[in-house]
């Protein structure tokens, strides 16, 4: 295997069979998925279940990757999807915040992390919990996931100017909420019934 | 202080990361299945290449920007040939201007010719062309003159016999009839494609089967001077027909019904398609009007016929009122003088 082989190269030998390089596939994008998964479904257990639900698909899917899409957004398109799915099935209600923040504070503090630490940044968080679904899907994808614009429109199947749109919407609506911060959202049930 | 969207976007993107708990990537690689080769082979997708996936996305920016490149190319050119034919426009006015204007002679000499010519070289070429015109002025006079002449011979007599003109005048209206069988023809032939259409039921007007008639000069009999054709089907008037249609919503099967008749020459178009020519003039006794319509009997032997001498039986004349005819475009309009068909002097 090469030193430092690209995304594309690791699909293609675990497509043959390679499990050095899917061992490498899963150091690379393990954390990522498990973060993604863990906001979303706002449960340690769930999270890391689902993780292994969404590597179980990648694996399956692997003979399909044709590279239309990079790795990355191919991945996190099927962890998407497992999570999505996971809800229909178990009927479940969208999870709301858990502060999943305040138990998982940044390695190395720099002044925009303590600024997420402050409440400003917790009312922010919050407040992105309680978007509507497509927006906060989006939001979690382009800006927590760090995924680029085309990117975060592979993963959700939809067009680039959709996504956009959407982050403008999800600005907008996360600006107003913020306007008076003094007074913070209420804290939400994450296992609120609709 | 209200956090601007910039910040936002700073804060959401330097949000904490959730850890995942340890063991989680144990697992993961313990649970690693890989597909078969059975799959592989089955199911394996060719990996596309680096520029084919950035061309699946981008190829509606690209087309755009090849077409904006287009027509940028184009503008540019239209521009230079706009700005050569601005100046050359220039320089004609300053020529004109100036007095110096090429001459037509000039301006048809062919490419590389010198512009700068000898004076004496333009003296000998204008003489030529003056000595040229003179000669096509001579000619054109003899020509005037004898043309004169001629006139002078057509008008003071066409210098034929009685007899020859007599013939050459029978020639006129043999052909004349002729191209009246022809429009009979085409008419009947119409009225049967139009029934063949409707149930074998003929066309209640002329104008109910203009789909199927080729032109509206069909309808003028070439021995009607006091016709003109209609210029289309929408000027049409009764005075743009010379026939009479007789068999108007008849049944194509009735074949000695007479559909239509040429007062002019006395032909008659049957239901069936055929003409008879000159039955008006000739044998007037074998049209017969029973039951409202008129029918071609002629007698079944021609051993049967009456003799050239005996007295003919009376053919009853069809009658149509006056209304009937005009709807029917056998009469021209009030307004219209009156053409007089059922007398025509061929």
């Known amino acids: 295997m090469l030193m430092d082989p690209q995304p594309e190269q690791l699909v293609l030998a675990a497509r043959a069979g390679d499990r050095a390089a899917a061992g490498e596939l899963i150091s690379r994008y393990y954390a990522r998925i498990y973060a993604l998964l863990r906001?979303?479904?706002?449960?340690?257990?769930?999270?890391a279940d689902l993780t292994q639900r969404a590597f179980a698909r990648i694996?399956?899917?692997?003979?399909?990757f044709a590279g239309r899409a990079t790795v990355a957004s191919w991945m996190h398109s099927i962890a998407y999807r497992t999570y999505v799915d996971w809800l229909r099935s178990n009927h479940r209600a969208e999870p709301r915040s858990d502060e999943w923040w305040e138990?998982?504070?940044?390695?190395?503090?720099?002044?925009?992390?303590?600024?997420?630490?402050?409440?400003?940044?917790?009312?922010?968080?919050?407040?992105?919990?309680?978007?509507?679904?497509?927006?906060?899907?989006?939001?979690h994808l382009h800006y927590y996931q760090g995924l680029s614009l085309e990117e975060t429109a592979d993963a959700l199947g939809i067009a680039v100017s959709t996504v956009k749109y959407r982050l403008r919407q999800?600005?907008?609506?996360?600006?107003?909420?913020?306007?008076?911060?003094?007074h913070p959202l209420p804290r939400l049930n994450p296992q609120r019934q609709p | 202080m209200k956090p601007t969207e910039p910040d936002l976007e700073q804060i959401l993107r330097r949000a904490p990361q959730p850890r995942p708990p340890t063991g989680l990537e144990e697992k993961l690689l313990r649970q690693v299945e890989l597909p078969t080769c059975a799959q592989r082979a089955a199911e394996t997708v060719p990996l596309l290449p680096p520029w084919r996936a950035w061309l699946n996305s981008w190829w509606p920016v690209v087309a755009t920007a090849c077409l904006a490149a287009a027509c940028l190319v184009l503008v540019a050119v239209q521009q230079t040939e706009l700005r050569e034919l601005r100046a050359a426009v220039s320089a004609a006015r300053a020529r004109q201007?100036?007095?110096?204007?090429?001459?037509?002679?000039?301006?048809?000499?062919?490419?590389?010719?010198?512009?700068?010519?000898d004076p004496r070289e333009d003296l000998e070429r204008l003489r030529t062309v003056a000595k040229r015109a003179a000669a096509d002025v001579r000619d054109l006079e003899a020509l005037e003159s004898e043309n004169a002449k001629l006139r002078e011979r057509v008008s003071a007599g066409p210098g034929l016999t009685a007899a020859e003109v007599q013939t050459m005048t029978d020639a006129r209206d043999r052909a004349r009839a002729i191209a009246c069988i022809n429009n009979l023809k085409q008419l009947g032939l119409a009225a049967r494609i139009w029934a063949v259409d409707h149930g074998d039921v003929l066309p209640p007007n002329l104008i109910s089967m203009s789909n199927e008639i080729s032109s509206t000069k069909v309808l003028i009999c070439p021995g009607d001077q006091g016709r003109q054709a209609a210029t289309d089907w929408a000027a049409f008037s009764p005075?743009?027909?010379?026939?009479?249609?007789?068999?108007?919503?008849?049944?194509?099967?009735?074949?000695?019904?007479?559909?239509?008749?040429?007062?002019?020459?006395?032909?008659?178009g049957l239901c069936d398609g055929s003409v008879q020519g000159y039955v008006g003039q000739r044998h007037p006794e074998y049209l017969v009007s029973r039951g409202g319509a008129l029918l071609f009997e002629p007698p079944p032997n021609p051993s049967q016929a009456p003799p050239p001498g005996a007295a003919a039986p009376v053919a009853p004349t069809p009658t149509m009122s006056a209304e009937i005819m005009r709807r029917y475009g056998l009469q021209p309009p009030a307004s219209a003088p009156a053409q007089a068909p059922a007398n025509p002097q061929p």
């Open chain 2, 97 to 117: 201007a100036a007095g110096t204007a090429p001459r037509a002679a000039e301006v048809q000499a062919p490419a590389g010719a010198s512009t700068a010519r």
């Open chain 2, 239 to 268: 005075a743009n027909c010379s026939y009479e249609y007789l068999a108007a919503s008849g049944s194509d099967t009735e074949a000695a019904r007479v559909a239509f008749r040429c007062p002019i020459h006395g032909h008659v």
């Open chain 1, 103 to 139: 138990a998982c504070p940044a390695p190395d503090p720099s002044p925009a992390d303590r600024a997420a630490a402050s409440d400003l940044a917790a009312t922010l968080f919050r407040a992105v919990d309680a978007l509507e679904p497509a927006a906060r899907s989006t939001v």
């Open chain 1, 170 to 182: 999800a600005l907008e609506a996360l600006g107003a909420r913020l306007r008076d911060h003094q």
């Open chain 1, 39 to 47: 906001r979303l479904a706002g449960d340690d257990s769930d999270a």
């Open chain 1, 59 to 64: 694996w399956q899917a692997l003979p399909a």
